[in-house]
């Protein structure tokens, strides 16, 4: 029997996880200059917590959840539920009045795998909890914006308000009667949909549903004045910013908890898998949790979908390469070496060695592998006359590096090091 990861489950090898770590990193830098602090939560919860929170009606409850049904508990589907749990049950919200928290690890969904969407797959997620000022939601989107652009991705923000429990009902009334006189023509998913959730039927990918809600009414038009107010201020901000963004009518989300502003991050370069992140604000949720009314925005960034589109421009890494490669020839090269590689190592450079007596021509080669910036070669004739030969492998320039004659020396040797390959 050949052992294989389950369908839609993935390894991710060196040669990938560099990327991830990278995106990884940039994301911690960026969401922590926006005063977020990190937050880890467990895998599994109690089945009950996400059917609350996320909703019955929605896919994601119906039918994509692991749950182990002897046990009423659940792999987490998405990271905001379990977040607030924790956010109530440490007490956060009396600890702190506006709480920003993201956390990064997977989620687990039981899809039909392909490209950019899998059964384990990986979110960033940023939450604000405890304010309701549409500049939060400004600043919000303008963080994930940032992020995107700083990872060099070209991505469009598209912006809808999905109102209140004031302004929704009769919203929902007047789409279903639209909805209603043309059932006929809607796919059975949104046949049943209609009585359940309408707004659903509203994003259904299915290419006649599209064609048939084109005319439908659109909620930024059914808004009350708070939630009209609220959507003017979101918008005139990401224009202060000059964030750009579009807006779109048909965007209502795959879970129930929405409230007011939704938004996407969305790509043309993945096919069907065009969300590379989504969010938007939840007033009510946190009372649905038991919890007092506090409001909370946040969004939630697909992993595989941005080292997808990270890839596609053939980008390998975005940690540091490998700055230095020492080449020794010979015995006591070696050993010069294997003590300078340690204490650069220590000066937080990255550098590399050979450690089985290879050749130059192949030493080379693993160099080139690691994508050197400098090498270093000490050869045996080189040695005797206290002399190394320091190649910046871009320029392919050359010049001459004393070597250390006494150990006492060999801090001259790093200092000369240091200065040239950090530049
Ligand atoms: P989609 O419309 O693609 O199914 P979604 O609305 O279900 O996305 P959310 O629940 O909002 O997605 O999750 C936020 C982000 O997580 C998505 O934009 C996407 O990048 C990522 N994501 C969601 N489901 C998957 C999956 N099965 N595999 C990989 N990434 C996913
Ligand atoms: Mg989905």
């Known amino acids: 029997m050949k052992l294989k990861a389950l369908n839609g489950f993935k ?4 040669g990938e996880v560099e990327l991830w770590q990278g995106v990884e990193t940039m994301a911690r830098q960026i969401f922590t200059r926006f005063g977020f602090s990190e937050i880890r939560m467990p895998i599994l919860e109690k089945t009950e917590l996400f059917a609350r929170s996320i909703g019955e009606a929605t896919d994601i409850v119906e039918k994509e959840m692991y749950t182990f049904s002897d046990k009423q508990i659940t792999m987490r589907p998405e990271a905001t539920a379990s977040l607030l749990r924790a956010y109530l049950e440490h007490g956060l ?21 392909q490209k950019g969407r899998l059964r384990q797959f990986h979110q960033m997620d940023a939450e604000v909890l405890g304010a309701e000022s549409p500049l939060v939601d400004v600043e919000l989107m303008s963080m994930g914006s940032m992020f995107l652009d700083q990872l060099g991705l070209s991505v469009t923000l598209e912006l809808n308000s999905l ?30 949909r209609s009585a359940t959730n309408p707004l659903r039927v509203l994003d259904c990918k ?85 919890g007092p009314a506090i409001p909370g925005i946040g969004f939630a960034l697909g992993l595989e979908r941005l080292i997808l589109l990270l ?69 045996e004739e080189e040695l005797e006359k206290g002399q190394a030969i320091l190649r910046n492998m871009v320029s392919q320039e050359q010049q001459m590096i004393t070597l250390p004659g006494q150990i006492q020396d060999r801090q001259t040797t790093i200092d000369a090091l240091l200065t040239i390959i950090n530049g």
């Open 11 to 14: 390894d991710i090898l060196p």
């Open 93 to 113: 919200h009396v600890q702190k009045p506006v709480q920003r928290l993201f956390t990064i690890g997977p989620m687990f969904r039981h899809e039909r795998p």
């Open 163 to 192: 109102g209140c429990p004031a302004c929704r009902p009769a919203f929902r009334e007047k789409l279903l009667a639209f909805i209603d006189a043309r059932h006929e023509a809607l796919c059975d998913d949104c046949q049943r």
């Open 206 to 290: 299915n290419r006649n549903c599209r064609h048939q809600v084109e005319e439908a009414p659109s909620i930024q038009e059914h808004l009350c004045q708070e939630c009209a107010d609220h959507f003017q201020a979101v918008q005139q901000g990401l224009q202060q910013l000059n964030v750009d963004y579009s807006l779109n009518k048909f965007m209502v989300r795959g879970l129930d908890y929405y409230t007011r502003t939704t938004f996407e991050f969305i790509t043309s370069d993945l096919g069907a898998q065009a969300a590379v992140g989504a969010g938007g604000r939840y007033d009510g949720l946190i009372e649905r949790l038991g």
């Open 311 to 379: 890839q596609q421009k053939n980008e390998t890494t975005l940690t540091s390469h490998c700055d230095l490669f020492i080449a020794g020839l010979g015995q006591a090269a070696s050993s010069l070496a294997f003590s300078l590689v340690h204490t650069l190592r220590r000066n937080h450079l990255h550098v590399l060695m050979d450690l089985e007596d290879r050749g130059l021509k192949n030493q080379m080669k693993q160099a080139n592998r690691a994508g050197a910036g400098h090498v270093l070669i000490i050869g």
